[in-house]
């Protein structure tokens, strides 16, 4: 079974440094690996997906992530965090067969002070 | 506007009541999921629909049951059995399973 890991519950920044959110994959083959984002009492929204294409991916907001076979890691970056980035990110990977259906990562709360 | 809506944004529930989560979404995604999330526990996985009059269990369904009748609805039930369903319940769809899911704004339940 498809497991993620995501290293750090919480991550506190400051204003304008860089952000660094880790996470892990268990899987054989190359999935297909997601980051979403929550802010508070809302859904998750699609911050940027890597689906075996180039293995460094641009999302929105300013933040990319980097697939490594090699470290089974799919870590998500942004140059200079901004207070708005303050929220919950979730690294997701989806199977490469069976059902498809996507496993969350427990999501990891970025703190930014100002 | 396409999307995807959930209703009500909180629900009080009490004991050995049941209680319905409504979920639709104008996106003409074949897929629908209903997560439950918890502090510190991440979104797990209640139910999963890739069809029309079909849907899985996925790793929580005790105490919950779906229906999927309408393409465009997926409601969620918490029944009586459910003795801890205190929760933030999450409703997402997506093109094909496995594709990007699109979530709904969450309902928040509350046990009286």
């Known amino acids: 079974a498809q497991s993620v890991t995501q290293l750090g519950s919480h991550v506190s920044v400051s204003e304008g440094a860089l952000v660094l959110l880790r996470c892990n994959y268990s899987s054989s083959v190359p999935p297909y690996l997601f980051w979403y984002v929550q802010y508070p009492n809302q859904g998750l929204q699609l911050l940027l997906k890597y689906t075996s294409a180039a293995t460094l991916v641009k999302g929105i907001n300013g933040f990319e992530a980097e697939f490594k076979k090699s470290e089974t890691s799919f870590h998500l970056t942004k140059p200079s965090a901004h207070m708005s980035d303050a929220a919950e990110y979730f690294c997701?990977?989806?199977?490469?067969?069976?059902?498809?259906?996507?496993?969350f990562g427990r999501g990891t709360s970025l703190i930014v002070h100002p | 506007d396409g999307g995807i809506t959930q209703s009500p944004k909180y629900l009080f529930r009490k004991e050995g009541q049941n209680v319905t989560l409504s979920c639709e979404q104008n996106l003409n995604h074949d897929a629908m999921y209903w997560y439950r999330q918890d502090p510190g526990q991440g979104l797990r996985l209640i139910y999963y629909s890739q069809i029309v009059n079909d849907f899985q269990k996925g790793d929580i369904a005790e105490g919950y049951s779906v229906s999927r009748e309408k393409k465009e609805s997926f409601p969620l039930t918490v029944t009586s059995a459910q003795k801890n369903p205190t929760a933030f319940y999450l409703c997402a769809s997506s093109f094909v399973a496995g594709e990007t899911q699109y979530f709904g704004p969450g309902t928040r339940l509350l046990v009286l």
């Open positions: 997701a990977v989806r199977p490469s067969g069976g059902s498809y259906i996507p496993t």
